[in-house]
């Protein structure tokens, strides 16, 4: 069964300074997809950002970028800039794609200080 | 921006009650799922709905637990009867068919249930 672990239950980070969030996976498949996920105090939860298996380039949303290592099973995110709207929960998350459950991660709880 | 939509947002119910949680998801979207997250642990997949049946279910889905598409727009989540480990947040998602191939869930604000 495909895991995802998230070895940081809390990070924080000063406002526009860089953080970065750690995620490693395990699983057999060679075509998958990961995501991270936020998740405010609203706890609706947000997609930040998708990263295909099959592509080599590391995804970017704006401040948000991750660091894809596919051999090392390991997809960690990246926040440069950090604003106080960033404070949340961020979930990383695993699926094999088309219409396939996500596989989340227990997350990393972010403080952003002033 | 079209939304998931989640009724109600917090649910309070009697161990062993019948519960129904509610969710209206994109309009044009085919595929839906329910997650739960019970406070301070990670989101756990509880099934997925296509073409009006399920396509997959969790072993926390048991008997228990059903879904049901009854119209065109809403997507239910029913417990039976409630027991106190059932209380969580639940997530309704949803993906569009042009989205498939990408996965890309849209969740909606969740109800929290909370059994008494």
């Known amino acids: 069964a495909q895991t995802v672990t998230q070895s940081q239950p809390e990070m924080s980070v000063q406002e526009a300074e860089t953080v970065t969030l750690s995620c490693t996976y395990d699983?057999?498949?060679?075509?998958?997809?990961l995501f991270w996920y936020k998740q405010p105090p609203s706890r609706q939860m947000i997609l930040v950002i998708r990263?295909?298996?099959?592509?080599?380039q590391n995804a970017t949303e704006n401040r948000f970028s991750v660091n894809f290592q596919k051999a090392a099973k390991s997809f960690s995110l990246k926040i440069s800039d950090s604003q106080l709207g960033d404070a949340a929960m961020y979930f990383c998350?695993?699926?094999?794609?088309?219409?396939?459950?996500?596989?989340f991660g227990k997350g990393t709880k972010l403080t952003v200080n002033p | 921006e079209p939304e998931v939509t989640q009724t109600p947002s917090h649910q309070v119910t009697q161990m062993g009650q019948e519960v129904i949680l509610r969710c209206v998801p994109i309009?044009?979207?085919?595929?839906f799922y329910w997650y739960r997250q019970i406070l301070g642990q990670k989101v756990e997949f509880l099934v997925s709905?296509?073409?009006?049946?399920?396509?997959?279910k969790s072993e926390i889905f048991d008997d228990q637990f059903s879904v049901e598409r009854p119209d065109g727009s809403n997507f239910t989540l029913k417990i039976r009867s409630t027991k106190l480990e059932d209380s969580a947040m639940y997530f309704c998602?949803?993906?569009?068919?042009?989205?498939?191939?990408?996965?890309?869930?849209?969740f909606g604000a969740g109800t929290r249930l909370s059994v008494l």
């Open positions: 990263q295909e298996a099959y592509k080599q």
């Open positions: 709905f296509y073409n009006n049946e399920i396509s997959e």
């Open positions: 309009s044009n979207h085919l595929y």
């Open positions: 699983t057999s498949e060679s075509d998958y997809y």
């Open positions: 998602a949803s993906v569009s068919q042009g989205m498939v191939a990408k996965n890309i869930q849209y």
């Open positions: 998350a695993y699926t094999q794609g088309g219409s396939e459950k996500l596989v």
